[in-house]
């Protein structure tokens, strides 16, 4: 006969039911987790369609000003700000969605306020906020800007930056240009043992300098007392930076217009707009331009000769040419100089003025490359030009022989070679030369966090 043993079984019993307790007490906790976490990611996955909704409509507003069309947008009563409101947006998680945007200052330096609006089944409202700060995009900030790499070669290439507006009578020398690109590759920026007063800047790729480059600004200057006493080698680590980050929108020539054949004898231009299949002047040839002029050019673009020149009247001539081909300048020719300017000895830092005592402006000459990758801008021998190169799709050579070629202005293009003897001088002025098209970029980008941020926004848009 089998014996049983009761205390066994109740202690048994017992754990079954501490187990079975505990394990209620995990299934309840995590389902209470479940459900936090579930509430959690339903409130965030909220917060994200807000979110996408108040970028969409800053997305809106700057496409609305860089493509001049706010002819949907409403006028503020006081005139001080534009505004928009849109609905009606495909959300399964929302009862109705909307956009709010005001845009302040469309016509000067314009701040946009966005707001992204979920109405949920229950009533509740999910919003975000966005303030967002644009500028005007600038043509050419820098100097020399390239989006693939530049390179500088020979060991005689001296590059600083000038004041077109002093009224120093001895000369400007200013060390707010930069040598720039926007590549991740090594030798992203390769001076060789050239001279760089002023800044040298890539996208994360790294710099080769060779044994007797020097990089150096103002500061350096005073501390050895002139540039000339600044030691080979020398590179100030402040000047030399990877984080630079550039947008280069595309261009497009303007339609229609005077249509002149070729360009081949000496011609002046008076003010309008002109196309033409080609230029090219050698030897005594000149194009002047006397008035405010706009070229389209078909085709390619040359000056060779002693004498050859595209001279503009520094009184009353602008110039702005965009070139579908290829430019060369060659031999002597040169381009926007006036013949009273004594080009800058190689090896000297700064410009001087001319004898007339007023220096070289190169916004007087904007040239845009509107060409693909197979454009090519190219100046040699002892070739001098004023003016900014605006071709980002180009690659651009700068070659220096006998005494030395010189450009003064600034360039962006997808690649930059200098070599020889070579002198670069930026104009500090062109950092107020903007695209004359509506062309922002942000300058900041904030979502109001606080809630009496948030309020005073709310309150803003209510009000319209």
Same mark, same amino acid.
């Given at each position: 006969?089998?014996?049983?043993?009761?205390?066994?079984?109740?202690?048994?019993?017992?754990?079954?039911?501490?187990?079975?307790?505990?394990?209620?007490?995990?299934?309840?906790?995590?389902?209470?987790?479940?459900?936090?976490?579930?509430?959690?990611?339903?409130?965030?996955?909220?917060?994200?369609?807000?979110?996408?909704?108040?970028?969409?409509?800053?997305?809106?507003?700057?496409?609305?000003?860089?493509?001049?069309?706010?002819?949907?947008?409403?006028?503020?009563?006081?005139?001080?700000?534009?505004?928009?409101?849109?609905?009606?947006?495909?959300?399964?998680?929302?009862?109705?969605?909307?956009?709010?945007?005001?845009?302040?200052?469309?016509?000067?330096?314009?701040?946009?306020?966005?707001?992204?609006?979920?109405?949920?089944?229950?009533?509740?409202?999910?919003?975000?906020?966005?303030?967002? $700060?644009?500028?005007?995009?600038?043509?050419?900030?820098?100097?020399?800007?390239?989006?693939?790499?530049?390179?500088?070669?020979?060991?005689?290439?001296?590059?600083?930056?000038?004041?077109?507006?002093?009224?120093?009578?001895?000369?400007?020398?200013?060390?707010?240009?930069?040598?720039?690109?926007?590549?991740?590759?090594?030798?992203?920026?390769?001076?060789?043992?050239?001279?760089?007063?002023?800044?040298?800047?890539?996208?994360?790729?790294?710099?080769?300098?060779?044994?007797?480059?020097?990089?150096?600004?103002?500061?350096?200057?005073?501390?050895?007392?002139?540039?000339?006493?600044?030691?080979?080698?020398?590179? /100030?680590?402040?000047?030399?930076?990877?984080?630079?980050?550039?947008?280069?929108?595309?261009?497009?020539?303007?339609?229609?217009?005077?249509?002149?054949?070729?360009?081949?004898?000496?011609?002046?231009?008076?003010?309008?707009?002109?196309?033409?299949?080609?230029?090219?002047?050698?030897?005594?040839?000149?194009?002047?331009?006397?008035?405010?002029?706009?070229?389209?050019?078909?085709?390619?673009?040359?000056?060779?000769?002693?004498?050859?020149?595209?001279?503009? /009247?520094?009184?009353?001539?602008?110039?702005?040419?965009?070139?579908?081909?290829?430019?060369?300048?060659?031999?002597?020719?040169?381009?926007?100089?006036?013949?009273?300017?004594?080009?800058?000895?190689?090896?000297?830092?700064?410009?001087?003025?001319?004898?007339?005592?007023?220096?070289?402006?190169?916004?007087?000459?904007?040239?845009?490359?509107?060409?693909?990758?197979?454009?090519?801008?190219?100046?040699?021998? /002892?070739?001098?030009?004023?003016?900014?190169?605006?071709?980002?799709?180009?690659?651009?050579?700068?070659?220096?022989?006998?005494?030395?070629?010189?450009?003064?202005?600034?360039?962006?293009?997808?690649?930059?070679?200098?070599?020889? /003897?070579?002198?670069?001088?930026?104009?500090?002025?062109?950092?107020?030369?903007?695209? $004359?098209?509506?062309?922002?970029?942000?300058?900041?980008?904030?979502?109001?966090?606080?809630?009496?941020?948030?309020?005073?926004?709310?309150?803003?848009?209510?009000?319209?």
């Amino acid at each position: 006969m089998r014996r049983t043993f009761p205390e066994r079984r109740g202690s048994a019993l017992m754990l079954a039911v501490i187990l079975s307790a505990i394990v209620a007490v995990i299934s309840a906790s995590y389902l209470k987790m479940a459900t936090h976490e579930s509430k959690f990611s339903y409130t965030s996955f909220l917060r994200n369609g807000a979110l996408n909704l108040a970028e969409a409509g800053a997305e809106e507003a700057i496409w609305a000003l860089n493509n001049d069309d706010i002819s949907s947008w409403a006028t503020s009563a006081s005139g001080d700000f534009i505004y928009k409101k849109a609905v009606g947006f495909d959300y399964d998680q929302a009862k109705s969605t909307s956009i709010q945007m005001i845009i302040e200052d469309p016509t000067g330096d314009p701040t946009i306020t966005a707001r992204g609006v979920l109405t949920l089944p229950d009533g509740r409202i999910m919003d975000k906020i966005l303030r967002i $700060e644009l500028v005007p995009r600038q043509v050419a900030p820098n100097g020399l800007t390239a989006k693939d790499t530049i390179t500088f070669s020979g060991g005689n290439v001296g590059f600083d930056a000038y004041d077109s507006q002093s009224t120093d009578i001895i000369g400007s020398v200013e060390d707010e240009g930069t040598v720039a690109t926007t590549s991740i590759v090594n030798d992203a920026a390769n001076i060789s043992n050239s001279d760089v007063m002023g800044g040298v800047a890539t996208g994360g790729g790294t710099v080769n300098m060779g044994p007797n480059a020097r990089v150096f600004d103002a500061g350096d200057v005073n501390d050895y007392g002139s540039p000339a006493l600044i030691p080979s080698g020398y590179v /100030n680590p402040e000047l030399v930076t990877n984080d630079f980050r550039a947008d280069f929108p595309a261009i497009d020539a303007p339609s229609g217009g005077t249509f002149i054949p070729v360009i081949s004898s000496n011609t002046t231009l008076s003010s309008g707009t002109y196309i033409v299949d080609s230029i090219t002047l050698t030897g005594s040839k000149r194009l002047n331009i006397d008035g405010d002029v706009t070229l389209v050019v078909k085709g390619d673009v040359k000056v060779s000769g002693s004498s050859a020149a595209i001279n503009i /009247n520094q009184s009353t001539g602008k110039l702005k040419m965009y070139i579908d081909g290829n430019m060369a300048v060659a031999g002597n020719g040169i381009v926007n100089v006036a013949g009273t300017y004594n080009p800058t000895p190689n090896g000297t830092f700064g410009v001087t003025p001319s004898t007339t005592g007023a220096y070289p402006k190169p916004e007087s000459l904007i040239i845009y490359g509107t060409g693909d990758s197979s454009q090519s801008f190219s100046y040699s021998g /002892n070739a001098a030009l004023a003016g900014v190169i605006y071709a980002p799709n180009a690659a651009v050579s700068l070659n220096g022989g006998g005494s030395g070629g010189e450009l003064l202005g600034a360039i962006v293009a997808n690649t930059i070679k200098v070599t020889g /003897n070579y002198g670069f001088h930026y104009d500090i002025q062109l950092k107020n030369l903007f695209f $004359e098209e509506d062309s922002y970029r942000m300058e900041s980008w904030n979502e109001l966090t606080t809630e009496a941020d948030k309020t005073k926004y709310r309150n803003e848009f209510a009000a319209l």
